[in-house]
C-alpha cells in the first residue's frame, strides 16, 4: 500500500490538520511531513500502555518541536490514551487538553513540556540519563527491570537553538545509547529556507559528538524509517537519524515556509484529495482504531504484563533493592531534622559551605539523590555521591555537566519527569540568567528539582560586575509556582533543603553566599522557615521593623541592637528566607510577622525591585539598584553602604522626619 492510501498513517495527518484549520491555529507543516516517523514507531517498535501511560519501563516520547502537538495528539488519541475526538476539536481552545504545545501533566501521554526549541532535546538526554543510572543500579542478571528507550521527534528550529549543541555533546560524551533522535529534515523554517539561516552538515555534526549517525533519503519509506529505528537500538552511542521530508506534503504550498505554521483552510480539500481521504471532518472509520489497537495498545499491554510479572519475581530475589527501588519512585524520602541538628557549625561559615555539607548528608539519606554542577563543584560545593556518573560507574550520581548551564538545567528537567530520581544543579548566581528558561519550564511542569546558587551578591568582590548578581534574586522570585530560598545561616540552610524536599510538586532555588556568616541564636527554624518569614527579633511596642534575608539577616539584627541602645525605639527584625512561601501564609500572620503600624524598612543586597509590597507608603528599601565593582567583597559592601553605622544613621534620620 502506498502512502497516499495508506488509511492508518493518513488517519494522523488528517486528524492534525483539521484540528489546526478548526482552532484556524497552529502548524500543519510537521502533521503532513513527519506522520511516517511518528506512524512507524508508535505501530512497530515503541513500547507504551496507554491503559497505564505512567508505567515505569515504559519508552518515552519527546515531541522536541512542540509545535507538532497537533501530530502527537493525532496518536495519543488513536493508540487509545485518554484523549477524546472532542479534545482534537478543543484543540488551543480554553482549558482544553490539546494547548498549543504539549504540556506535561495536562495531557495523558506527554512526557514533557515542550514549545521554546532545543528543550525538549534535553529533557529527553536527562530522561536517558535517569535511564541509564537507574538501570546499572537496580538491574540484576535475568532480571532487567529498567531497559526502555527515550525516542525523541526534533526539528531545524531545534537544532539552531544554542542549549541542542549543549545537550548533544553531553549525550555523546555519557554514551547515552538508548536515546533515538528523529530529525524532521525538510529544509524550511517559518523564515524561509534552513540554508539562509545555516549550512553545516548535521551528519558530521553529530557524528563529531560521538553519535552514531543514519540517513533516510525519503521521509515516506515506511521500510527504512523501521530499519533505521532498529539499527539505533542496537547501537552503543545515542543515535540520530536523519529524516528527508517534505514539509506540508500534500498541500498546494508544500515544500515552502507558508504551510509551517498556517492553517490550510482553503486548501484541505486538495490535502484530502492527496491522500485519498473521503471521511466527513474528524470522522475515523472503525478499523483504523483496530489497526492502533493492536499494533500500539495490545502489543504495548502485553509488554508492561511481562514487566509486572518481573518486577514480582525480582521482589522476591531482592527485597532490599526492590524496596529502595520504590521508595524512589514514589519519592519516599526517608529524612528527618534530627538528621542536621548536630552539625550545626560553633564558628561563623558561608552558606555555600553549609548547603555542601547538608547536600552530602541528603547523598547519604536519599540513594536516589543525583546532580552536581557546571564545572564550578569546588565553588559551590554542590556534588553528587558515588563519584562520577558515567560508562564505567553507572551507579555515580555526580553528573559532570561541563560549562552548559543552560543544558544542565534542561537535563535534569528530563531526569526529574522520567521519575527515580531527585535531580539537583549548581552554579554561580549570576549565571541562573543562563537557566532561567529550563528553571522556568520546571515550575511549568511542577516539577521537584533542586538549584544551588552560590556567590549571591556584590560580596563576590573581585570578579567584578559580571560575577555579582544584582537583578537575579527578583527575576527568580517572579517566576510562578518556583520556591526561592535566602538562608541566613546553618540552622536556615538546612530547613530550607527540608522544606523543599517536603514539597514534591515544586522546583526550588537556594541562594548561598560565599563569605562566612555568623551562626544566629534562634529556635523552631524548621517551622518557621517553613512560613517563609518569621520574628528572628522581636520587641514589645516596636516602632520599627526591618526585614532581611540571607547574610543581610544579621546585620539588620546589628542595626537593631544599635537602635534600641541609642534611641530607645523598639525594632522587630524579620528573617525572609523566602518570600514566595510567606505569601501563601494566612493575613493573620502575615499582618502579626510584619506589623504594618511599624515603619518598615528592607535590607537586602540586590534589586530593591519588589519589595515595596511589604513596607507601606512610608517603608524604605535598603539595596543595590546598579551594577557592582570589582573589588574585595568588603570594601564592595562597604562601598554600597551595607554597614551597621549608615543604614543605623539613615533609619533614624527618616524617622526624625
Known sequence: MDNKSNKFLNSLRILGVEAVNKANSGHPGIILGAAPMVY???TKHININPKDSKWFNRDRFVLSAGHGSGLLYSILHLSGHKLSIEDLKQF???????????????????????GPLGQGLAAAVGMAVAEKHLAGKFNKPKFEIIDHFTYVLLGDGDLQEGISQEAISFAGNYQLNKLIVFHDSNDIQLDGPVNVAQ??????????????????????DLNAISKAIEKAKKSSKPTYIEVKTIIGLGATKQGTSSVHGEPVKDDLVNVKKYYNWTNESFQIDKEVYDHYQEKVAQRGAKVQEQWDKLLKDYEKAFPTEFKEFKNAISKNYQIKESDFESMVPGKAQATRVSSGQVLDKISQLIPSFIGGSADLTASTKAKGADGNFNNKNLVGRNLMYGVREFGMTAINNGIAAHGGLLPFAGGFFVFSDYMKPAIRLAALMNLQSFYVFTHDSVAVGEDGPTHEPVEQLAMLRSIPGLNVFRPADFKETYAAYMTALEDKNHPSAFILTRQDLEEIQNEKVLENVKKGAYLIRESKNAKVTLIATGSEVNLAIKVRDEIEKTQKIGVNVVSMPSMNLFDQQPKDYKDKIINKNTQRFSIEMGTTFGWGKYLGDSGYSFGIDEFGHSAPGDLVIKEFGFTVEKISKEIIKKLNK
Do not use: C
Open 40 to 42: 512507524e514507531l508508535y
Open 92 to 114: 488551543r481552545q480554553l482549558h482544553s487538553l490539546t494547548p498549543g504545545h504539549p504540556e506535561f501533566g495536562m495531557t495523558d501521554g506527554v512526557e514533557v513540556t515542550t
Open 199 to 220: 549550512s553545516e552538515n548535521m551528519i558530521e555534526r553529530f557524528k563529531s559528538a560521538n553519535w552514531e549517525t543514519i540517513l533516510v533519503t525519503d521521509g515516506e
